[in-house]
């Protein structure tokens, strides 16, 4: 099973990258959440490292391995949330991930079908039933980053320790992503989980 693959952007398509790795180009499908940042994402010899969701795509007399490519763990992960709904294939998720992941959570979190069936593919039942299967679940993806960053320590904990590892992922840098780890933590007065205590953060994050 390939998870990640790591090399040069040789040509971009619709929904899809070309990588060259090793004298060999593989095709990855591609939300556009992504492709829009894929470049951002490349070192300066152009090499980018892509998470991977590997199937097979079975047909009628034919099996075919499918490359999903992400920018991090996260996004793979709301992918496969996304994609548990159902009636929602691999294909027709990385067509209807069309804005960031950020923008969508945060419209499942909110109950906006109106949003939700804007999405390519997406109409007004399929968003009623991302609603009802994820709403509750996806919370931690809608945290935006921001500019406010205050270097103190968070909280020693098991559960801040595996919130701040989450804040890193989504980008936020270690200072930023501590401050609002600390002060999620003073507000819940010490949150039982790591879901609660994002849920917390990100409560902030969509007021201000």
């Given amino acids: 099973m390939i998870v990640r693959i790591k090399g040069v952007i040789a040509e971009k398509k619709d929904n899809a990258v070309v990588l060259a790795v090793g004298g060999i180009f593989y095709e990855i499908l591609v939300p556009s959440s992504v492709a829009q940042r894929i470049d951002s994402a490349c070192d300066n010899e152009g090499v980018v490292v892509l998470v991977i969701h590997h199937y097979l795509q079975i047909g009628p007399s034919t099996a075919a391995p499918v490359m999903i490519g992400f920018l991090n763990e996260l996004e793979k992960e709301f992918f496969l949330q996304f994609i548990s709904v159902s009636g929602i294939g691999p294909k027709a998720a ?28 997406i109409g007004q039942q399929k968003a009623k039933d ?21 270097i103190t320590a968070a909280p020693a904990s098991s559960v801040c320790e595996e919130a701040l590892a989450v804040l890193q992922q989504l980008q936020y840098k270690k200072p930023e992503a501590e401050d609002m780890v600390r002060k999620a933590w003073d507000r819940t007065g010490g949150a039982a989980t790591v879901e609660e205590l994002l849920n917390a953060i990100y409560s902030v994050s969509r007021k201000s």
């Fill in 94 to 121: 990385v067509k209807a991930l069309n804005c960031s992941i950020a923008d969508i959570s945060a419209a499942i979190d909110a109950s906006d079908s109106a949003f939700l069936k804007g999405l390519p593919g």
């Fill in 130 to 150: 991302i609603i009802a299967k994820l709403q509750g679940k996806v919370s931690r993806f809608g945290l935006i980053p921001d500019t406010r960053i205050k």
